[in-house]
């Protein structure tokens, strides 16, 4: 499975971007696609999750009601609408494949996308 993503970039706090990412290759029909984000010199995080077969969302706690997850079921592709942006929310995101089809836990997805960089300024 190859991961493309899209999207990144700088905005005021307050603003708007929208990530995408397409996945490619041989990857079934049962699988979650998820966002996680890396600020530097913080730990990985968790940011959102779409369970592709049920289309249940599931998002970490400092995203919720900013940030939602859709998608292209036809494209493979995951975009994740970011709203109401604080600087806080400045980091590289990383979009990634899990083939379990369940778990959002990090160490269960297997494929990991080149990472986009969001940047919002005060």
């Known amino acids: 499975?190859?991961?493309?993503a899209s999207g990144g970039g700088l905005v005021q706090a307050g603003g708007s971007l929208r990530l995408s990412c397409a996945a490619s290759g041989r990857t079934g029909t049962s699988y979650v696609m998820g966002w996680f984000r890396q600020a530097p010199g913080k730990e990985r995080e968790f940011v959102a999750a779409i369970r592709w077969r049920s289309a249940d969302t599931v998002y970490g706690d400092s995203v919720k009601d900013r940030f939602t997850l859709s998608r292209d079921n036809a494209k493979n592709t995951v975009f994740l609408q970011m709203n109401s942006l604080k600087p806080e929310d400045t980091a590289v995101y990383y979009c990634?494949?899990?083939p379990d089809g369940v778990s959002v836990i990090a160490a269960r997805f297997r494929y990991w996308g080149q990472g986009t960089l969001v940047t919002v300024s005060s």
């Not at 499975?1 to 493309?4: C, F, G």
């Open 1 to 4: 499975v190859q991961l493309q």
């Open 96 to 98: 990634a494949f899990n």
